[in-house]
Nanobody, 115 residues
């Protein structure tokens, strides 16, 4: 299982960013995918989750109206569209899947929101 995030970077407050995660090594279309984020010294938190067939999505409380998770099962990718970013969104963002009783994480991509 391999997960590779991309799309992070520096963005100004109020700006937008789109993260992508390329997945390989498993039947992508059969599993939930999720995005999480972590600030140094703090616990990793759920940002958004999407079901295998795209019928279900859910978000962390502070992201519901600003973030959108999506997936393309034909391309084995899951994306996170982030809008109206604030400095509090600064973190390393990870994609994750859970299969065979294990969690698999990507290496993370840094998002920094600063003027």
């Amino acid at each position: 299982v391999q997960l590779a995030e991309s799309g992070g970077g520096l963005v100004q407050p109020g700006g937008s960013l789109r993260l992508s995660c390329a997945a390989s090594g498993f039947t992508f279309s059969a599993y939930f995918m999720s995005w999480h984020r972590q600030v140094s010294g703090k616990a990793r938190e759920l940002v958004a989750i999407i079901s295998a067939n795209v019928g279900y999505t859910n978000y962390g409380d502070s992201m519901k109206d600003r973030f959108t998770i999506s997936r393309d099962n034909a391309k084995n990718t899951v994306s996170l569209e982030m809008r109206n970013l604030t400095p509090e969104d600064t973190a390393v963002y990870y994609c994750k899947t859970h299969l065979r009783a294990d969690d698999f994480w990507g290496q993370g991509t840094q998002v920094t929101v600063s003027s």
